[in-house]
């Protein structure tokens, strides 16, 4: 399959963040609406992706990209409230063991619902994912399985690609480029639930 070749503005925006400029929420917005949506290379995604990690993430960049993920996400809907997530960043290169799991298992025994929003270890050992699916736990779950697993036992595993298959197209660039990106920052805020707490 061949891809189109992006608007040219995509190769310009890139451009720009590599001469230390900051996007503009609306231009990081679209900029992931492109790559999320398949229409960037491989190497324009990386190359922004590093980009903006050297430059440090601006505030309007992350809300941008947010807009993007969440404007292409699935939802769940939960009565329950308060409603939490615990989801951390990954991407420290830490060497550490993944502990927002076994966080959101605590917090949900002791009684406060947890949406607990997820994937694969990228750059560590091992993601919330990677846990739950050495436990025994289905990843694919549909958002009707999640609904029903807060409303019974107050808590429910929220796999980032199922929720946000549109994510899967990123995977391997950030995988080969093994760097902390953008993509673990705005992860705990693209939550397909209405939580009430972070």
């Known amino acids: 399959m061949t891809i189109a070749a992006p608007p040219f503005h995509l190769t310009e925006l890139i451009r720009r963040c590599a001469g230390d400029r900051h996007l503009e929420a609306d231009e990081a917005e679209t900029a992931f609406g492109m790559i999320l949506d398949g229409a960037a290379t491989q190497a324009q995604t990386a190359a922004l992706l590093a980009i903006l990690a050297r430059n440090g993430e601006s505030a309007a960049e992350l809300a941008g990209a947010v807009r993007a993920v969440r404007a292409r996400a699935g939802t769940v809907q939960s009565a329950r409230r308060p409603l939490l997530d615990v989801c951390g960043t990954g991407g420290d ?102 939580l009430t707490h972070q």
């Open 93 to 194: 290169h830490s060497g550490s063991f993944n502990i927002s799991t076994a966080t959101a298992l605590v917090v949900a025994g002791a009684g406060v619902a947890v949406a607990k929003h997820g994937n694969r270890a990228m750059t560590s050992r091992s993601g919330s994912a990677d846990v739950l699916e050495a436990a025994g736990v289905d990843l694919q779950r549909s958002a009707a399985t999640a609904e029903a697993s807060l409303a019974s036992a107050g808590v429910a595993f929220l796999y980032a690609q199922a929720f946000h298959p549109a994510l899967q197209a990123v995977a391997p660039v950030r995988r080969e480029i093994g760097i902390r990106t953008l993509f673990n920052l705005i992860g705990p805020l693209c939550n397909p639930a209405e």
